[in-house]
């Protein structure tokens, strides 16, 4: 074998062994979620690299890689799209452009990305909206808000709750055909935090006459307290999202202060005085047995009063929205749930399907085997197809 040869197969192992990584047997493709996770590690190595020497904050590095993934409003055969503005807030809207003798159902979706990343524009979001407005013949609103680490809570929170606000007016849903009996909201992993904390709030504004009729929650983000359910220890290292980046994402929603990061890595974060706020993500009594899996229940270590006093967001049902008491949970519409086996966030959607159900809601839970988190976010693979049909059918029939 000549030095050549040597040396490209010395690179070519390297390289496998940079981009293998051990995945469970039944998941669908994992080459492809190989190669995915790679490329997403890779440009994570290097936007942190960037952070250290101090030119730019790893986040921003990530906006500017996806600000290249942004498509502009194109109208198509089907649907008329539109940018405009509720509230001063950025929205994107989607409407069909078939006649229609009734008033239309309408979707208010909020996309994800950990509070730090993302937009209505994003190619992914766009073709999603696309699709339901088409499918659904119905309204889609796909909406911004402001993004950490430039704003923190509860600037998301406040955004997309001025927007839902806005939308919910008559004169706005007349404008664009809308039943104001037939609208919900629609989330995935961090759009699934906001989506369950707008609504939720809305129940006690006096100001909002119209009720909800639905909310999907996609694969959400609920709590902050307790980092260590069976789904982190089990998902810590799985691709996508791994728990080092979503603890970086959580405490990014708070506080560009890396000391809550670290607080929140070690699970202790929550003070004392907060202590009887983990009876509501306590995954020992909410999670079904078959997720424990041997996992023993260990309280977390009691933190420091005075992170919480200097980031008292993480405590706050508006960024928490498991943390609501079960009185907030009985006024809440139909749910739809989608979680993932091999995901991180998969308990925290789990727990909130037992606490809905216990409080009396009507709950549709679909649990992906195979799935991980961001399935409907990555347009190469055959899983996202598989699961944005019972996604869409339960719209079309609750909704």
């Not at 078959?290 to 260990?298: P, T, W």
């Given at each position: 074998?000549?030095?050549?040869?040597?040396y490209?197969?010395?690179?070519?192992?390297?390289?496998?062994?940079?981009?293998?990584?051990?995945?469970?047997?039944?998941?669908?493709?994992?080459?492809?979620?190989?190669?995915?996770?790679?490329?997403?590690?890779?440009?994570s190595?290097?936007?942190t690299?960037?952070?250290?020497?101090?030119?730019?904050?790893?986040m921003?590095?990530?906006?500017?890689?996806?600000?290249?993934?942004?498509?502009?409003?194109?109208?198509?055969?089907?649907?008329?799209?539109?940018?405009?503005?509720?509230?001063?807030?950025?929205?994107?809207?989607y409407?069909?452009?078939?006649?229609?003798?009734?008033?239309?159902?309408?979707?208010?979706?909020?996309?994800?990305?950990?509070?730090?990343?993302g937009?209505?524009?994003l190619?992914?979001?766009?073709?999603l909206?696309?699709?339901?407005?088409?499918?659904?013949?119905?309204v889609?609103?796909?909406?911004?808000?402001?993004?950490?680490?430039?704003?923190?809570f509860?600037?998301?929170f406040?955004?997309?709750?001025?927007?839902l606000?806005?939308?919910?007016r008559?004169?706005?849903?007349?404008?664009?055909?809308?039943?104001?009996?037939?609208?919900?909201?629609?989330?995935?992993?961090?759009?699934?935090?906001?989506?369950?904390?707008?609504?939720q709030?809305?129940?006690?504004?006096?100001?909002v006459k119209?009720?909800?009729?639905?909310?999907c929650?996609?694969?959400?983000?609920?709590?902050?307290?307790?980092?260590?359910?069976?789904?982190?220890?089990?998902?810590?290292?799985?691709?996508?999202?791994?728990?080092?980046?979503i603890?970086?994402?959580?405490?990014?929603?708070?506080?560009?202060?890396?000391?809550?990061?670290?607080?929140?890595?070690?699970?202790?974060?929550?003070p004392?005085?907060?202590?009887?706020?983990?009876?509501?993500?306590?995954?020992?009594?909410l999670l079904?047995?078959?997720?424990?899996?041997?996992?023993?229940?260990?309280?977390?270590t009691?933190?420091?009063?005075?992170?919480?006093?200097?980031?008292?967001?993480?405590?706050?049902?508006?960024a928490?929205?498991?943390?609501?008491?079960?009185n907030?949970?009985?006024?809440?519409?139909?749910?739809?749930?989608?979680?993932?086996?091999?995901?991180?966030?998969?308990?925290?959607?789990?727990?909130?399907?037992?606490?809905?159900?216990?409080?009396?809601v009507?709950?549709?839970l679909?649990?992906?085997?195979?799935?991980?988190?961001?399935?409907?976010?990555?347009?190469?693979?055959?899983?996202?197809?598989?699961?944005?049909?019972?996604?869409?059918?339960?719209?079309n029939?609750?909704?």
């Open positions: 074998m000549g030095r050549k040869s040597f490209l197969l010395i690179l070519g192992v390297l390289v496998a062994y940079y981009i293998y990584t051990p995945l469970p047997d039944n998941v669908e493709e994992p080459w492809k979620i190989m190669c995915v996770n790679a490329f997403l590690k890779t440009f190595h290097l936007a690299f960037v952070e250290l020497l101090g030119f730019n904050h790893c921003d590095s990530f906006k500017f890689f996806l600000s290249f993934e942004e498509v502009p409003p194109t109208s198509d055969e089907t649907v008329t799209v539109t940018d405009s503005t509720f509230n001063n807030i950025p929205v994107r809207v409407v069909p452009k078939r006649k229609s003798e009734a008033l239309r159902r309408a979707i208010f979706y909020i996309h994800g990305g950990g509070w730090c990343l937009s209505a524009a190619r992914i979001y766009d073709q909206s696309r699709w339901t407005a088409d499918r659904l013949d119905a889609v609103i796909s909406t911004n808000y402001r993004l950490a680490p430039k704003y923190h509860p600037v998301h406040e955004d997309v709750y001025n927007s606000k806005w939308f919910l008559k004169k706005v849903l007349a404008k664009y055909g809308v039943n104001p009996q037939r609208i919900g909201v629609s989330g995935d992993s961090a759009g699934g935090n906001l989506a369950a904390a707008v609504v709030q809305l129940l006690d504004d006096p100001d119209i009720k909800l009729k639905i909310q929650l996609i694969y959400p983000a609920l709590q902050p307290l307790d980092l260590a359910s069976p789904s982190y220890q089990e998902n810590s290292h799985f691709p996508i999202l791994p728990k080092a980046l603890v970086r994402l959580w405490s990014e929603y708070f506080t560009t202060d890396r000391s809550l990061e670290k607080a929140m890595h070690s699970n202790q974060h929550v004392v005085e907060s202590s009887h706020l983990l009876q509501f993500a306590n995954w020992s009594s079904p047995e078959r997720f424990k899996k041997g996992h023993v229940y260990k309280s977390p009691y933190g420091s009063s005075e992170l919480a006093k200097k980031y008292p967001g993480f405590l706050d049902v508006r928490a929205p498991l943390l609501a008491e079960d907030k949970l009985r006024g809440l519409p139909p749910t739809y749930v989608m979680t993932c086996q091999y995901d991180v966030l998969r308990d925290d959607g789990l727990m909130s399907v037992t606490r809905l159900q216990n409080a009396g009507q709950v549709t679909n649990h992906v085997e195979d799935g991980f988190h961001g399935v409907l976010a990555f347009l190469i693979f055959k899983i996202k197809k598989r699961e944005l049909n019972p996604y869409i059918s339960w719209l029939e609750n909704l």
